[in-house]
């Protein structure tokens, strides 16, 4: 470009690459400004202008929309010509139509970031087999205990079988789902499926019943019988799992421990709440580490800093999130955002 003479020199391969047809500077100058990608256009109009201004040379990349269509990416680089005064004379350069990198390039981040989804749902898997069959674990163990003993009432044998059944029933539920753990990649939309909220924390109770009467922790459950989530079963057991035994395992001895679970629909929105009123969490001290692994908040035999962990995780991939508000000494309040079927 000779800008004080506007004239413009262009070889074939330019006016192929940008699909321009004008040979005039001005009908050529306008025709790039208009054939700019709207996205990248306020960019390269702004970043044009300062170079004009004080640059000494100019590098850029950038997407422009042909007249047939087509979209490319463009690398344009050169050098700028000035008077003695500063004012620019002419712009020497070069474009090179990249759009073939761009997409390759494009193509690798795709892979690296499904390459990274692929290895946090394995580490997310390991970490939900150890966590969550452990809670099953230690609830079979104590049923089996019970029923060793010697004197028990029949009835209360058959309650600690029936008992005994369920929690069965529960691993067995859990190990089928961890199958599908497997396959899941973060945020992957297409594995979800429509999920009844009451049934999974009425799953969730029967599973730990044992435990929840051995530590004498009342669950009060208000979910709507017919409130349908969007999730995945897996995932929306270990919530209610960790966030059932996160309430036991931290209650206050000097109380009467209780765990609320209540859910209510906003829009095409639901909001979980997991309320105790066990020992609390001072969030001004711990607050930005609360979800992150390995992290503990109080000194807990069982604390293994994983369960928080793992439900963040887990609720973001199903497309929700998740909150806490808390008190030392005042219990804490849970709330999870999830997105409710088209049915409910």
Same mark, same amino acid.
């Given at each position: 470009f000779d800008v004080t003479r506007r004239e413009v020199a262009w070889d074939e391969r330019m006016h192929e690459i940008f699909g321009i047809q !004008? &040979?005039?500077?001005?009908?050529?100058?306008?025709?790039?400004?208009?054939?700019?990608?709207?996205?990248?256009?306020?960019?390269? /109009? !702004?970043?044009?202008?300062?170079?004009?201004?004080?640059? *000494?040379?100019?590098?850029? &990349?950038? /997407?422009?929309?042909?007249?047939?269509? !087509?979209?490319?990416?463009?690398?344009?680089? *050169?050098?700028?010509? /000035?008077?003695?005064? *500063?004012?620019?004379?002419q712009v020497i350069g070069a474009a090179w139509d990249v759009t073939r990198q761009k997409k390759a390039d494009e193509e690798m981040k795709n892979l690296l970031n499904t390459t990274i989804s692929q290895n946090e749902s394995l580490l997310n898997f390991a970490h939900i087999v150890s966590h969550n069959l452990r809670s099953h674990a230690t609830n079979l163990s104590m049923i089996t205990q019970f029923l060793l003993e010697d004197k028990i009432a029949e009835a209360e044998r058959q309650n600690a079988l029936q008992m005994l059944a369920g929690a069965a029933t529960g691993l067995n539920d859990s190990i089928t789902h961890l199958n599908e753990v497997v396959q899941v990649q973060t945020g992957n939309q297409e594995a979800q499926r429509p999920v009844n909220l009451f049934a999974a924390a009425h799953k969730a109770e029967t599973e730990l019943s044992a435990l929840l009467q051995a530590e004498g922790v009342l669950l009060d459950v208000d979910i709507d019988m017919g409130l349908e989530v969007m999730g995945i079963p897996a995932y929306l057991d270990s919530l209610f799992l960790n966030m059932i035994t996160n309430g036991m395992k931290y209650r206050d001895p000097e109380k009467e421990s209780f765990i609320r679970i209540r859910a209510t629909r906003d829009g095409g929105r639901c909001r979980l709440e997991f309320t105790d009123n066990g020992l609390g969490i001072d969030l001004q001290r711990h607050g930005a580490k609360l979800f992150g692994m390995y992290k503990t908040f109080h000194k807990h035999k069982d604390s293994r800093g994983i369960g928080l962990f793992i439900t963040k995780n887990q609720v973001e991939a199903m497309g929700g999130e998740i909150s806490v508000e808390s008190q030392p000494g005042a219990g804490t309040t849970f709330s999870v955002i999830l997105n409710t079927t088209a049915n409910t």
């Open positions: !004008e &040979d005039t500077f001005d009908d050529i100058f306008a025709a790039w400004q208009e054939s700019l990608h709207p996205e990248d256009r306020d960019r390269v /109009r !702004e970043r044009m202008g300062h170079d004009l201004q004080s640059a *000494g040379k100019f590098q850029i &990349d950038y /997407r422009i929309v042909r007249p047939d269509g !087509e979209t490319r990416w463009i690398h344009d680089e *050169g050098n700028i010509i /000035r008077d003695p005064d *500063g004012s620019p004379l």
